[in-house]
């Protein structure tokens, strides 16, 4: 061993009790100081000296070898040498060399810490001490300069730095501190240290500057935990609410939230939403979200300690996730409270992790990603074992087997052919809570039959051609970028079903992020090509096909991001015609994940399709079911379009994860009505 860091950390201390396990970015001081030196190249072996026993399980579990320090080497007038030198005399051998540090140094960097070890191994100097650079002027209490001439004040630019002693570490040959006693001997050479990790912790308000700093200087890490719970306003949002003349109010999130819940939700950590505010639109984003959520609390902390015990979970390795004061209780319950960067100055002093990107600006995305790098990957027996059923990302937004349903109000042609009427559609889908709106996009001279073209069609706009009537019913570039504009104001995506290789380039044009194939299209192989081509996820919906012509569209298409859509192309569909047990022919056939697209009257076929495994679910929707055209009939009006969203995500809820347990609402039933004999 030729480099022993040796850590003194007695129980006692004047200024702040129990000093060396307080927390600073959750982390105590003695865990930090011994992280550092386990940190830094050239350190061998890290040895803490104390007499209190917390400490030592403290340094133990922090991976540092513990000696038991004496009562008379553990007073107020002990110094660190003679702990060092004890803790020499304890190991029986001595290390070329030694290294003092410090707790009271929250900030040590691991490379200042080699940097001042490679000048003792290297013979530059017998001793090292950490120091910061000052220029400052220094005078007594009887105002005669220490370090100056007051009558002579040189530019700062004209002096060389002077260095002041920080006392986080102190680098010394074991022989030279053997013979003479103290830490400064023979040649002293200053390892610089910058002012950041200057702060010594001495007293209270010493405390409170270096807890208020740790989120911003410590290196970010993975964090660790099986449940994460956030609050709404501030975190999910960027705390402001923006109220329409009928005040209504609408708040800001970030769509790349959607997506790093969907990775967290997939790999097992558990989410929650808790909240003071009563406005719905926090269930409204939780829904979308497929988060549960508790709003309207008035202690938000008994509730965090009630959900704990109801979950089974270890209050260490939750995170709870906050903005303001009423969140300091709550974050105090936890082994990770963590704050947005723009908090109040009181909940990031308390966090242990702060984060990087503001509240409806990513915050929540930053967090799950830190959390899903903290967990195992799956054996890789495992996962080349189990079948591949995606998930496929569209945009923001995960598709697939263990994530919320992808819920799709297809608007098709039911616009009319008016801009008005899709922009109310779009409506009735957003405060439904779908996650996206579909249209049908046609090159009406190609797409309609040569002997439909002339035919006489009688429309609400007078007498006309089939094929002019096709025409006057599709939106060109103008009409869907508005489109497009509205679909983000509102928080939807939008694609269409292109039935022709012009109206593909049309979408590719609008940049839509996924396209469908419609069931009248599955045996297009010219139109599947060019899709393929495209290199967007696809949505494949299989009415009207045999097995046969699916096995050649997924040939053409491929399987990396493909979703299909069961579906009955019978308009509307009986219930005897729904067979929605092809939903789990499908995914066993072809690996992918596979939604449901229904044209029935009522809710109970595409409901029963989640309860099967069903991942999307697709519905034709209209402003009223009398309106003219050949969709309207068999489509959900707006009531009964957010019907369908509030029961799939309660089906969702049912669900479960399959593992039989007594839930706490049992637990009172089971203590009056149990009767066990033998």
Not at 179 to 182: V, Y
């Given at each position: 061993m030729r480099v022993l860091a040796v850590v003194p950390a007695r129980g006692g201390s004047a200024g702040v009790p129990l000093k060396n396990l307080a927390l600073?970015?959750?982390?105590?001081?003695?865990?930090?100081?011994?992280?550092?030196?386990?940190?830094?190249?050239?350190?061998?072996?890290?040895?803490?000296s104390t007499d209190h026993a917390e400490i030592a399980e403290t340094a133990r579990e922090a991976g540092a070898l513990v000696v038991d320090r004496p009562e008379e080497l553990a007073g107020a007038t002990a110094s660190s040498e003679s702990a060092v030198l004890h803790a020499l005399d304890t190991l029986g051998e001595d290390p070329e060399v030694v290294v003092l540090v410090q707790c009271t140094s929250a900030f040590i960097d691991p490379d200042d810490l080699s940097a001042a070890v490679r000048k003792v191994l290297d013979g530059e100097a017998d001793s090292v001490v950490s120091g910061l650079p000052t220029h400052e002027f220094l005078w007594t209490a009887t105002g005669a300069g220490v370090n100056h001439d007051p009558a002579v004040r040189p530019r700062r630019q004209d002096r060389d730095p002077q260095f002041r002693e920080n006392g986080a570490f102190y680098v010394m040959r074991t022989s030279g501190l053997r013979?003479?006693?103290?830490r400064f001997f023979g040649k002293t050479a200053v390892q610089q240290v910058p002012p950041q990790h200057a702060i010594e912790v001495d007293n209270p308000e010493d405390l409170e500057l270096v807890r208020a700093l740790a989120p911003f200087l410590d290196a970010p890490e993975p964090i660790d935990v099986d449940a994460v719970i956030t609050d709404f306003d501030g975190v999910h949002t960027d705390d402001r609410a923006y109220v329409d003349s009928d005040g209504r109010e609408m708040v800001l999130v970030s769509r790349s939230d959607g997506m790093g819940v969907s990775l967290l939700r997939r790999s097992g950590v558990k989410i929650l939403i808790m909240s003071t505010e009563h406005n719905p639109v926090v269930a409204a984003r939780a829904r979308k979200l497929g988060v549960p959520v508790l709003q309207g609390l008035t202690e938000k902390r008994t509730v965090l300690r009630d959900w704990l015990?109801?979950?089974?979970?270890?209050?260490?390795?939750?995170?709870?996730?906050?903005?303001?004061?009423?969140?300091?209780?709550?974050?105090?319950?936890?082994?990770?409270?963590?704050?947005?960067?723009?908090?109040?100055?009181?909940?990031?002093?308390?966090?242990?992790?702060?984060?990087?990107?503001?509240?409806?600006?990513g915050a929540v995305r930053e967090l799950c990603d830190r959390v899903v790098a903290a967990r195992p990957e799956a054996p890789a027996a495992e996962t080349r074992t189990r079948p591949r059923l995606g998930p496929v990302a569209i945009g923001d937004v995960l598709v697939g087997d263990s994530e919320p349903v992808y819920?799709?109000?297809?608007?098709?042609?039911?616009?009319?052919?008016?801009?008005?009427?899709?922009?109310?559609?779009?409506?009735?889908?957003?405060?439904?809570?779908?996650?996206?709106?579909?249209?049908?996009?046609?090159?009406?001279?190609?797409?309609?039959?040569?002997?439909?073209?002339?035919?006489?069609?009688?429309?609400?706009?007078?007498?006309?051609?089939?094929?002019?009537?096709?025409?006057r019913t599709e939106f060109g570039h103008d009409e869907y970028?508005?489109?497009?504009?509205?679909?983000?104001?509102?928080?939807?995506?939008?694609?269409?079903?292109?039935?022709?290789?012009?109206?593909?380039?049309?979408?590719?044009?609008?940049?839509?992020?996924?396209?469908?194939?419609?069931?009248?299209?599955?045996?297009?192989?010219?139109?599947?090509?060019?899709?393929?081509?495209?290199?967007?996820?696809?949505?494949?919906?299989?009415?009207?096909?045999?097995?046969?012509?699916?096995?050649?569209?997924?040939?053409?298409?491929?399987?990396?991001?493909l979703i299909m859509m069961h579906a009955t192309s019978t308009y509307p569909l009986p219930p005897e015609e729904a067979n929605l047990r092809t939903i789990t022919t499908l995914k066993d056939r072809y690996g992918v994940p596979v939604g449901y697209s229904g044209h029935e009257r009522g809710l109970q076929i595409s409901l029963a399709a989640v309860t099967?495994?069903?991942?999307?679910?697709?519905?034709?929707?209209?402003?009223?079911?009398?309106?003219?055209?050949?969709?309207h009939a068999a489509s959900l009006e707006p009531a009964g379009l957010e019907h369908l969203v509030r029961d799939i995500r309660i089906i969702e809820q049912a669900m479960g994860d399959g593992v039989k347990r007594v839930f706490p609402g049992e637990e009172a039933p089971k203590a009056r009505l149990r009767r066990a004999t033998v």
């Open positions: 600073v970015g959750g982390v105590p001081l003695v865990t930090r100081a011994v992280r550092a030196c386990l940190r830094a190249e050239l350190v061998d072996q890290v040895v803490v013979a003479h006693g103290h015990r109801i979950e089974g979970l270890d209050p260490a390795r939750v995170a709870y996730v906050g903005n303001d004061v009423n969140d300091l209780g709550p974050m105090a319950e936890v082994g990770w409270p963590i704050a947005t960067p723009d908090a109040h100055p009181r909940v990031r002093a308390a966090a242990r992790v702060v984060l990087t990107r503001p509240g409806g600006s819920v799709i109000g297809e608007i098709g042609i039911n616009h009319n052919g008016d801009l008005d009427i899709a922009r109310r559609l779009i409506d009735v889908a957003a405060d439904a809570g779908c996650q996206a709106v579909k249209f049908q996009k046609r090159t009406p001279a190609i797409c309609v039959p040569e002997e439909q073209k002339g035919q006489i069609r009688q429309t609400p706009w007078g007498e006309m051609t089939y094929l002019e009537y096709k025409e970028r508005q489109i497009a504009k509205y679909c983000d104001e509102r928080g939807l995506h939008w694609f269409a079903s292109p039935w022709d290789v012009p109206s593909v380039e049309f979408l590719e044009e609008m940049d839509v992020l996924v396209h469908k194939v419609a069931s009248a299209s599955v045996a297009d192989h010219e139109l599947l090509r060019v899709l393929a081509a495209t290199g967007k996820p696809i949505i494949l919906s299989t009415g009207m096909s045999t097995l046969s012509e699916i096995d050649a569209a997924v040939e053409i298409l491929g399987t990396e991001k099967l495994g069903a991942v999307c679910v697709e519905r034709h929707i209209t402003l009223d079911r009398t309106m003219w055209g050949s969709d």
